[in-house]
């Protein structure tokens, strides 16, 4: 490997030095931002990612360039570790280091260096695979990255458009290949065919209750689901998907006033199509990571909003019966994890009602899919709709050991199974996740209405607020509190303590960071008033501690 064609090549990606000496982070979602400052950042993550290929021992990276449920003139880039898992997050560190170098020169030196710290053998094979969303600016991106890969000797497949989760899939399909743990087949259709082969055993003799309307946030879940529904046949399970926002030939309506984010941050149903009073709808995000159901109430016309912190509930309540069902009560252990920002209704039903253990961990989903696997069962959602169930090798040893003594058990254990496969292992995936819960759906014989009694969602409000300097902001106990700036947690405790049942928090955000900086404040209380006001008056605590 050459340090000259490396520096060539990185002649060909500069980067944009950011002012006032601030750096690139890589964050909860890789590098995130403006799609024109992403060209050498993108260059320099496949530099990284060759590294980290050789370091472990050639097994395959996967490189995903999306923005998500950012507008269409955002881009990011993220790596995706060889089972499909975040990068781990020592190597966060590194890429860090190698985005920030001021030269070319610095770029192929760092490197060399991290090569010889890491004791990486820069002479054995490597391999890199990347996918991206729907956004135009994701070629010139995929170039980068592909330039990156030939200056360091590293083979580079290019699967071109596809969804974040389909990304983190192929990725485990390639490095499991022709193992007894293999993923599946290394290929889109493959994806496809084990997620419709699992849902239609996960929904044998069950029938899913008629249309469900997929608002598709005119991103790559459009067309990707409806490669999917040429597989599936509605007269075997009753499902009838009809997909809307599925515009993808037209750039900037990508995640424009529709989509899983908007609904959550809105907390109100995308305004087109208009949905129908009654009708049984869902929204994705831009790249299909996120999944956000809702329904109107055609008596009282009330929109009921199904989040992650909803989704998780269900999922735990049905695999907790099955369990019981299966005779495997007591026998695996089934968590939920969520985030500081589940509604406290949410936490409240499941240790309650449930009777389950639940975990909170910072924001981000390495943090909770972390957490997740230390159950044998690990429920983790983000209440924006990300997240999915892990179902550990010893859950699923189970599962195929077990001998069944009654019909219903094995019918228990023939779902339970099928979850195991429908559900994406990798990642949260909001294809996979719909499928799931219109399984889930279909077995309790349940409508939208039914789910929606199952407890309410205490009122609540998050507020983006610009700071000057979002890096003042630290937190401690899993982001539910400030360290720093000094008094600013005791000026919320102050104000939380005036309202009912209420519960304030403020961190910087991690994705946010350019041009303008942000913290999030989110406000739960008894009342729809209480939560919007004590909202509003931890955001102005937190303006006034942000810096100019
Ligand atoms: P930040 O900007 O750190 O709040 C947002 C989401 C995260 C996660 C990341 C990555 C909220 C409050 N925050 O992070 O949950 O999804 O984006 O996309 O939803
Ligand atoms: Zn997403």
């Given at each position: 490997m050459e340090r000259d064609s490396i520096i060539a090549a990185s002649q060909k990606h500069d980067i944009a030095a950011l002012p006032d000496g601030k750096l690139y982070t890589y964050g909860t979602a890789g590098f995130r931002m403006a799609a024109d400052l992403l060209d050498g950042i993108t260059f320099r993550v496949?530099?990284?990612?060759?590294?980290?290929?050789?370091?472990?021992?050639?097994?395959?990276?996967?490189?995903?360039?999306?923005?998500?449920?950012?507008?269409?003139?955002?881009?990011?880039?993220?790596?995706?570790?060889?089972?499909?898992?975040?990068?781990?997050?020592?190597?966060?560190?590194?890429?860090?280091?190698?985005?920030?170098?001021?030269?070319?020169?610095?770029?192929?030196?760092?490197?060399?260096?991290?090569?010889?710290?890491?004791?990486?053998?820069?002479?054995?094979?490597?391999?890199?695979?990347?996918?991206?969303?729907?956004?135009?600016?994701?070629?010139?991106?995929?170039?980068?990255?592909?330039?990156?890969?030939?200056?360091?000797?590293?083979?580079?497949?290019?699967?071109?458009?596809?969804?974040?989760?389909?990304?983190?899939?192929?990725?485990?399909?390639?490095?499991?290949?022709?193992?007894?743990?293999?993923?599946?087949?290394?290929?889109?259709?493959?994806?496809?065919?084990?997620?419709?082969?699992?849902?239609?055993?996960?929904?044998?003799?069950?029938?899913?209750?008629?249309?469900?309307?997929?608002?598709?946030?005119?991103?790559?879940?459009?067309?990707?689901?409806?490669?999917?529904?040429?597989?599936?046949?509605?007269?075997?399970?009753?499902?009838?998907?009809?997909?809307?926002?599925?515009?993808?030939l037209k750039p900037e309506v990508l995640n424009l006033d529709c989509g899983a984010d908007f609904v959550k941050t809105r907390q109100r149903a995308p305004p087109n199509p208009k949905p129908q009073p009654g009708g049984r709808w869902c929204s994705l995000d831009g790249d299909a990571d996120r999944l956000?159901?809702?329904?109107?109430?055609?008596?009282?016309?009330?929109?009921?909003?199904?989040?992650?912190?909803?989704?998780?509930?269900?999922?735990?309540?049905?695999?907790?019966?099955?369990?019981?069902?299966?005779?495997?009560?007591?026998?695996?252990?089934?968590?939920?994890?969520?985030?500081?920002?589940?509604?406290?209704?949410?936490?409240?039903?499941?240790?309650?009602?449930?009777?389950?253990?639940?975990?909170?961990?910072?924001?981000?989903?390495?943090h909770l899919h972390h957490a997740a696997c230390a159950f044998d069962i690990g429920v983790y959602f983000e209440a924006n709709g990300h997240g999915t169930v892990l179902f550990s090798t010893d859950a699923v040893q189970t599962f195929e050991k077990k001998q069944p003594q009654s019909p219903a058990q094995k019918e228990a254990l023939d779902t339970l199974r099928a979850l195991a496969d429908l559900i994406n292992q990798t990642v949260g995936d909001a294809i996979s996740d719909m499928l799931m819960v219109e399984v889930i759906l279909a077995h309790k014989g349940w409508g939208l209405r039914d789910w929606a009694m199952t407890y309410q969602d205490l009122p609540n409000r998050l507020v983006r607020v610009e700071v000057g300097n979002k890096d003042l902001f630290q937190t401690t106990d899993a982001e539910r509190k400030l360290s720093q700036p000094a008094g600013c947690q005791d000026e919320i405790d102050q104000c939380v303590k005036k309202y009912t049942n209420a519960r304030s928090f403020a961190r910087a955000s991690g994705t946010e960071n350019y041009p303008s900086q942000a913290c999030r404040v989110y406000a739960e209380a008894a009342t729809r008033s209480e939560a919007d006001d004590l909202a509003n008056k931890v955001a102005h605590i937190v303006k006034t501690y942000g810096g100019a």
């Open positions: 496949g530099l990284l990612s060759a590294l980290r290929s050789r370091k472990l021992s050639g097994q395959a990276i996967g490189v995903m360039i999306t923005a998500s449920h950012n507008p269409a003139k955002d881009n990011g880039v993220k790596i995706v570790d060889p089972m499909g898992d975040m990068l781990e997050q020592e190597w966060e560190v590194y890429a860090t280091q190698l985005v920030n170098c001021a030269t070319h020169e610095a770029v192929a030196d760092t490197f060399f260096q991290l090569a010889e710290q890491l004791k990486v053998d820069l002479k054995s094979g490597a391999k890199v695979i990347a996918g991206r969303d729907t956004r135009p600016s994701g070629i010139t991106l995929l170039q980068a990255l592909s330039d990156a890969c030939s200056a360091t000797n590293t083979s580079f497949v290019d699967y071109k458009v596809l969804t974040t989760p389909q990304l983190h899939y192929l990725t485990r399909c390639v490095n499991t290949e022709g193992t007894p743990s293999s993923y599946g087949e290394v290929s889109e259709a493959g994806y496809y065919k084990k997620i419709n082969s699992a849902w239609e055993r996960a929904m044998k003799n069950k029938k899913a209750s008629g249309a469900l309307t997929v608002d598709c946030a005119n991103g790559v879940g459009g067309p990707k689901l409806k490669e999917l529904l040429k597989l599936m046949d509605p007269s075997k399970t009753g499902l009838e998907c009809k997909v809307v926002n599925d515009d993808v956000i159901y809702y329904w109107i109430d055609p008596e009282t016309t009330q929109f009921f909003m199904f989040d992650g912190d909803r989704i998780a509930t269900l999922a735990a309540s049905f695999i907790a019966d099955l369990f019981r069902t299966a005779g495997l009560d007591g026998e695996l252990r089934i968590g939920v994890v969520q985030t500081a920002y589940a509604n406290g209704a949410s936490t409240k039903y499941v240790e309650q009602h449930l009777q389950l253990p639940v975990v909170c961990t910072p924001t981000g989903v390495k």
